[in-house]
């Protein structure tokens, strides 16, 4: 194991975190428990793949939920072959 | 007025066999008359947990279906004589049970008891929605590891639309217990923090029980964790649970952290 994989296994807490807030916000919407947040990410997701093609590794979604403010952070890696394209 | 209480988590092996035994324990420690109703038809284990797997003749089913009367299959506890237990049946499966029968000996229960905790079983199947059916408050048993996160988040869906107080246009009163907890993993990374699964499944957390070896040795001897052993760190975490359930202001302790070998080595030798 490499010195940067020693440092890296033991944070795997934050990505089950973040797993299962997409996961779930997936989830719920299918029930037809409403989540705002995760209709949302739907619908920007599906308009930026009307312009550009979206590679799923590529794009990194993080829903944030407090009492008084929720947040939806999505960060999309764009090639710049695929700009030039565009 | 009594109430319903169901423990429940959807993924089996989270701790809520354990959990209805240690409540209903720490309830009737406080003086409320407590009744624990195994609904695990089929693998009966709470008569295990709380040591009457010896004591029983009658149970759940045959109450159900008329075979025998609610009192003929109540156990009470040796140690605690405001703690009761309605077994399950071992024999029989989860079709016994119907809606009606279930309703019914709920309604005779209520007459006798404070608190009806019921011990779902694992799972999204008719044990588990008749565990629900009748509760006015219930308790998530969840543990900070993805795919029990992911089966808390199912049950408290069903908990919102499949009971009757949902029907009826109620608000189901829902609590999170976060059972085999690790504060130095969740410190180092390794597991999900408290923050993290109460920020996720937005529910009240109503307390924190720690991976320990107290409650095996509870189980082991079939005794509730809080009569074997009060001073135990998860007997303290259902003692606390249970007087908030009682409607008191308790604040959550934050979870002191198991030190390792290492820590340990090196604290002795900074104090040294």
């Not at chain 1, 997936?26 to 979206?54: F, N």
């Not at chain 2, 409320?32 to 149970?59: I, K, S, Y």
Request: glycine share 8%; aromatic share 4%; proline share 4%.
């Amino acid at each position: 194991m490499s010195i940067l994989g020693f440092f890296n296994r033991k944070r795997s807490a934050p990505v089950a975190r973040d797993r299962l807030q997409v996961l779930l916000a997936h989830e719920r919407a299918l029930s037809g428990r409403t989540d705002l947040a995760a209709v949302l990410r739907e619908e920007i997701l599906a308009v930026i793949a009307r312009h550009i093609p979206i590679d799923g590794d590529k794009v990194v979604v993080r829903l944030d939920r407090s009492d008084q403010v929720s947040t939806l952070e999505i960060d999309i890696e764009m090639p710049e072959d695929v700009l030039a394209a565009g | 007025m009594s109430k319903v209480m169901v423990v429940t988590s959807g993924k089996g092996g989270v701790g809520k066999t354990t959990s209805s035994a240690a409540l209903g324990a720490a309830l009737a420690q406080a003086g409320q008359n407590v009744v624990v109703v195994d609904f695990d038809v089929g693998l009966r284990n709470l008569d295990l947990v709380m040591g009457a797997e010896r004591r029983v003749v009658f149970d759940l089913v045959n109450v159900v279906q008329g075979d025998a009367k609610l009192p003929q299959a109540l156990i009470r506890d040796k140690r605690l004589e405001t703690l009761s237990l309605l077994p399950a049946s071992q024999t029989r499966d989860k079709d016994a049970l119907t809606e009606d029968g279930v309703g019914r000996v709920i309604d005779e229960l209520r007459e006798r008891f404070d608190w009806i905790i019921c011990d779902s079983p694992a799972g999204i199947e008719k044990g588990a929605t008749l565990a629900m059916r009748f509760a006015d408050v219930a308790v998530v048993v969840t543990n900070p590891e993805v795919s029990s996160v992911r089966d808390s988040d199912r049950i408290i869906g069903m908990l919102d639309s499949k009971t009757q107080r949902a029907e009826d246009g109620g608000r189901m009163e829902k609590h999170l217990l976060l059972t085999r907890y690790d504060a130095a993993r969740a410190a180092r990374g390794e597991m999900m923090k408290v923050e993290d699964v109460l920020e996720i499944l937005a529910i009240p957390l109503l307390g924190i029980v720690l991976e320990s070896p107290d409650v095996l040795t509870a189980s082991n001897l079939g005794s509730p964790v809080t009569l074997h052993n009060p001073a135990s760190p998860a007997a303290r975490a259902y003692a606390d649970a249970s007087r908030r359930l009682l409607g008191e202001e308790v604040v959550v302790r934050p979870p002191e952290e198991r030190r390792g070998f290492m820590s340990r080595l090196f604290g002795r030798r900074a104090a040294a």
